[in-house]
């Protein structure tokens, strides 16, 4: 509970990591990255996941930047006002308790939250792995519920231009 008696409802979504060595030995030798990111927002039927290179807490706070940014830009005309964020990872979860420099030492991790903050209530919690939804299999991930009405807005610029797209190798983070 929020606020003068106000019941605040949570979006639940979830964030999860992978960092370990690429199995296929052509993509190692190519540069893909061998980390992912991924969230999940089970309410809409959204599980993403991204090749990304960087440690452990930079690929967690990857996926939790990333979650929010969809929010922001593709969820936006849905009346979002609170969001929970879950996560299997206990220094992510633990870094927002200020006993943690992982949070405070970056200026733009730091600058990223406060500008999310000021959209969103935000709850950090953290979740057994076998209930984390971010991990689960895209197989075993309910698809959009059918009392659910979204319209995902494409980025223009995306479908103007015509001509293959080389797979990406990931991302920085």
Do not use: W
């Amino acid at each position: 509970m929020l606020g003068m008696g106000k019941k605040t409802s949570f979006l639940k979504c979830y964030t999860a990591t992978f960092n370990g060595n690429l199995v296929d030995p052509y993509l190692a030798n190519m540069g893909f990255a061998s980390g992912m990111i991924s969230f999940a927002i089970p309410d809409f039927g959204v599980l993403f996941r991204c090749r990304a290179h960087g440690s452990k807490i930079d690929l967690e706070f990857g996926a939790f930047f990333a979650l929010l940014g969809f929010l922001k830009t593709r969820l936006s005309d849905q009346d979002i006002k609170a969001v929970q964020i879950m996560s299997s990872n206990p220094e992510f979860v633990f870094s927002f308790s200020g006993k943690r420099q992982s949070l405070a030492q970056d200026k733009e991790r730091a600058r990223l939250l406060l500008e999310y903050s000021r959209e969103y209530v935000l709850a950090i919690s953290y979740v057994k792995s076998i209930e984390n939804r971010a991990l689960l299999s895209p197989t075993d991930y309910a698809s959009l519920p059918s009392h659910i009405e979204i319209e995902l807005k494409p980025d223009p610029s995306d479908t103007q231009k015509s001509g293959f797209k080389p797979i990406r190798k990931g991302i920085r983070l």
